[in-house]
C-alpha cells in the first residue's frame, strides 16, 4: 500500500490540487504538499495564512470503504494531527471542533475537511496547516507555533513524512486497503 505524495514549492491550494488530482486520475490516496499557497482557506472562506517553514498538506482517500461517519472522521483526522504534533511537543495539546488544534489556548493548526464524488465514490480530502516555525496574526484569535513552544527548529520535509506514516496506519487500521 502506498500514499502517492506530490510536492510543490508554491501553489493557491493544496486542497485544490488534490481537488484537481481525484478528477483527473485514478488515485484512491494521495498526500500534496507545498512550500507556500497563496490562497490557502479555512472554514467559512476564511483565508489560511501561509508563511515560509510552516506545513501545508492535504491529505486525500476515498471513504468507499471506511465505516466511519464524517463526524467520527472529522475526531480522526485531529486526533491524527494531534498525534503528529506530540512527537515534538510533549504537553497538553486540546481539539477545538471542528477544526482547529490549540496548545495553551492558542491556534496551532488549522484542518479543513472537503468531500467529492467521482464515479458515484466519496472522497475526503484534509487539508492541514500546521504552524511550525511562524504564527500568523488573527485578530481575535492568539496563535502559536512549534518553535516558539519547543525553541527546536523543526523540517517541514520531515513531518510531511511522519504524517504520510501516521496516514497510512491510520488508513490500513481502517482496513480501506
Keep these: 500500500m502506498n500514499i502517492k505524495k506530490f510536492s510543490y514549492k508554491s501553489v493557491n491550494s493544496t486542497n485544490d490540487i488534490a ?71 510533549k504537553k497538553k495539546i486540546k481539539l477545538k471542533l471542528p477544526n482547529d488544534i490549540l496548545i495553551n489556548k492558542k491556534k496551532i493548526c488549522g484542518i479543513l475537511q472537503e468531500s467529492i464524488q467521482k464515479k458515484g465514490i466519496k472522497y475526503l480530502i484534509v487539508g492541514i496547516g500546521l504552524n511550525l516555525a511562524k504564527s500568523p496574526n488573527i485578530k481575535g484569535y492568539p496563535t502559536t507555533n512549534l518553535y516558539e513552544l519547543t525553541k527546536t527548529k523543526i523540517n517541514a520535509n520531515n513531518v510531511s513524512k511522519q504524517l504520510i506514516l501516521i496516514y497510512k496506519n491510520f488508513l490500513k487500521s481502517q482496513k480501506v486497503f
Excluded: C, D, P
Design 19 to 89: 481537488i484537481n488530482l481525484i478528477k483527473k486520475n485514478h488515485l484512491k490516496f494521495g498526500f500534496v504538499v507545498t512550500e507556500r499557497q497563496k490562497k490557502g482557506r479555512g472554514q467559512r472562506g476564511k483565508r489560511w495564512i501561509s508563511y515560509k517553514g510552516n506545513l501545508f498538506v492535504s491529505v486525500f482517500y476515498s471513504l468507499e470503504k471506511m465505516n466511519l461517519t464524517l463526524r467520527q472522521l472529522t475526531i480522526a483526522n485531529a486526533n491524527l494531527i494531534i498525534k503528529l504534533i506530540s512527537f515534538y511537543y
